[in-house]
């Protein structure tokens, strides 16, 4: 495959993904911010599905563009013998090969870890699953509420009252993001061993990763930790507060905060030592109490004057955003996080992704069509016109 040179760390690495929806797309576009080649293999026809989960950006899908762009799209039918060729081809020449498909799909198709391995050893195949590749769920749907529900996340979101799913797909996400450590983790080893790797990454297992501390009280004290809304459930004050003219969210994480919460900012020096709110065990056993007292001290200031006031004595505060609010937030402007990327119906905005390298941007190429590249990529394996031609005439590729 074609080789770049730039600063980007990942330069020169291809990965070659048979990919949908979000898990490991996000694992794939972040390997891609770093300078990797990324082919993704799409569905003739139809491709990735979540191009169609809405029509939000210009007509395109939002978890599309949010989680592809800087790829190269090959439109291939993987159950036609002439595609599967296609794609033994691409992982002939690839470093990764990375798959979210149905449990034991890939092995089907002929690209199963053990085969691909023994054939390209220095090959990392990342297998991602919703419950892994053994166990009684093994073979069930996995979305992403699903396994927020099956995990127990579902049962310390929300309020008192209503559990709830997280507002963005963090089962999903989680597994993208342990999947994007493994790969460089492995592509690391090999750089010192030849060695390439087997990784099995499932969304269940890196959801229970995240709830370690609710696991771990029910394990050893016994306790299901409560839905505390905004707050925290071991730790308080740690809430929105009202104001006079909205809400403002402060977090006290230990004695020194809370005398400096209580002194500096609202001179009530007399409740710094009450009995029921000295510590934070005690201000824990008397949330309500704690929490309604709080807000009757911080009624008194508008949001702004407050939020002056908790930075002035370095407490944690922070507003109440909603979208709107982070679109024209000045910690994305004033630090120049916004670029234009290319769409098939033209440029939109995307934000830099979270690694800043000093010294390389990274890279925040086009979002593909599908298929955009299929020609391109076969001429490049070596594919002649003809062949080409009949591909398309088969309906082998798109």
Known sequence: MGQSHSDLPLDGITVVALEQAVAAPLASRHLADMGARVIKIERVGEGDFARHYDGAVRGQGSHFVWLNRSKESIAVDVKSESGRRVVLDLIAEADVFLQNLAPDAADRLGFGADTLRAEFPRLIVIN?????????????????????????????????????????????????????????????????????????????????????????????????????????????????????????????????GWRTLMVDVFGREDLVDHPRYATNIVRVENRAEVDEMVGSLTRLYSTAELDKRLAAAGVPAAALNDMGGLLKHPQLDERSRWRSVGTEVGPIDAVLPPMTFS????????????????????????????????????????
Request: charged residues 20%.
């Open 359 to 398: 010294d390389v941007e990274m890279k925040m190429g086009d979002v593909p069509s599908l298929g955009q590249h299929t020609e391109s990529i076969l001429t490049e394996l070596g594919r002649t016109a003809d062949q080409i031609a009949d591909l398309h005439r088969d309906g082998s590729i798109g």
């Open 128 to 256: 991602m699953s919703g419950y892994g590749s053994a166990g009684p769920r093994r073979e069930r749907k996995a979305y992403d509420m699903l396994v927020q529900a099956e995990t127990g996340m579902i049962s310390v979101t929300g309020t008192p009252e209503t559990a709830t799913k997280t507002g963005v797909p963090v089962s999903d996400i989680a597994a993208g993001m342990y999947a994007l450590t493994s790969i460089l983790g492995a592509l690391f080893r090999r750089e010192r061993t030849g060695k390439g790797a087997t990784v099995d990454v499932s969304m269940f297992d890196a959801t229970v990763e995240w709830l370690g501390h609710p696991m771990y009280m029910k394990m050893y004290a016994d306790k299901q930790i409560p839905r505390v809304g905004l707050g925290h459930a071991a730790i308080v004050p740690y809430d929105s507060f009202p104001t006079s003219d909205g809400q403002i969210l402060i977090g006290v994480q230990n004695e020194r």
